[in-house]
């Protein structure tokens, strides 16, 4: 079982820029998918950025070039770099942990607000 937790969100100009954290309650240097998921009233989650236990990323389209994503073991965190950001950003983060291909389980954690607004 891995409990995830969230931090980092808040209120931020339009051109702002925030990071967001996501601290593990143990080890996911063999956690084979980590990723930062986003939703806003009334649509579905999805997925903004994803990284794999060897390093690889990605992004969707609206955030490339302006989120990154990145995994510090050592510390059991997963970071989301959010810069030159939008109003259509505005969403509930959610950081995500698939610990293994062979099974389906997975979890989450509980959100964080992040609101793009001048």
């Known amino acids: 079982q891995v409990q995830l937790v969230e931090s980092g969100g808040g209120l931020v100009q339009p051109g702002g820029s925030l990071r967001l954290s996501c601290a593990a309650s143990?080890?996911?240097?063999?956690?084979?998918?980590m990723g930062w998921y986003r939703q806003t009233p009334g649509k579905q989650r999805e997925l903004v950025a994803g990284?794999?236990?060897?390093?690889?990323?990605n992004y969707v389209d609206s955030v490339k070039g302006r989120f990154t994503i990145s995994r510090d073991n050592a510390k059991n965190t997963v970071y989301l770099q959010l810069n030159s950001l939008k109003p259509e950003d505005t969403a509930v983060y959610y950081c995500?942990?698939?610990?293994?291909?062979?099974?389906?389980?997975?979890?989450w954690g509980q959100g964080t607000q992040v609101t793009v607004s001048s």
């Open positions: 990284i794999t236990s060897g390093g690889s990323t």
């Open positions: 143990r080890s996911i240097s063999s956690i084979v998918s």
């Open positions: 995500h942990a698939r610990p293994s291909l062979m099974s389906s389980l997975s979890y």
